[in-house]
């Protein structure tokens, strides 16, 4: 039986190969036979037509080959993060997993606003800036995301699947 992280991380493994081969078959649905012109020079009108027909039949396998993998990724993706959802809806870090990302949105936010308000008024004494809160707010929601984050992962380490 796995650990829940060990889980996770085949996870991401699966998600990287997924896109990887998403980005390929897409990258051979718009290749074309390009043969160079010194290439064509040498060859007549139906030699150059069986090529590309050739190569249009090689490149529909390969599309299909690589569909077919996709499919099967995307598959074992959906059963293994259905397991883990499951497994953390009985454990109770759902909630906690979705707090994380709200709070993550949220520091990124705040943290946009701080940087603007730095650049942009360079005038403004980092008293004034320290005083409006924002600092503080920041700092605050920071710290709740690590004990948060740090719950989920102990709970992750220690969980079997």
């Known amino acids: 039986m796995a ?17 990887r081969k998403l980005n390929f078959r897409n990258d051979l649905i ?7 012109d010194w290439e064509r020079e040498k060859k007549t009108a139906k030699e150059i037509e069986k090529i590309e027909a050739d190569f249009t ?8 080959l690589l569909s077919c993998d996709i ?31 709200w709070l993550r949105i949220e520091l990124a936010q705040l943290m946009k606003l701080a940087k603007k308000e730095d650049y942009s008024f360079i005038s ?8 409006s809160g924002l600092f503080d707010i920041i700092k ?21 699947i």
């Open 30 to 36: 718009k290749a074309t036979s390009r043969l160079k």
């Open 140 to 160: 605050d929601l920071e710290s709740k995301k690590k004990k948060i984050d740090s719950k989920i992962q102990n709970q992750n380490f220690r969980t079997e």
């Open 71 to 101: 499919e099967k990724l995307r598959t074992k993706l959906i059963q293994l993060k259905g397991k883990i959802n499951k497994k953390n809806v009985e454990m109770g870090i759902d909630k906690d997993i979705l707090e994380v990302k």
């Open 57 to 64: 039949k090689e490149k529909i396998k390969k599309v299909e």
């Open 3 to 19: 650990k829940l992280s060990e889980e996770l991380a085949n996870v991401k493994q699966f998600e990287s190969e997924l896109l």
């Open 124 to 131: 403004k004494p980092i008293e004034e800036m320290e005083n």
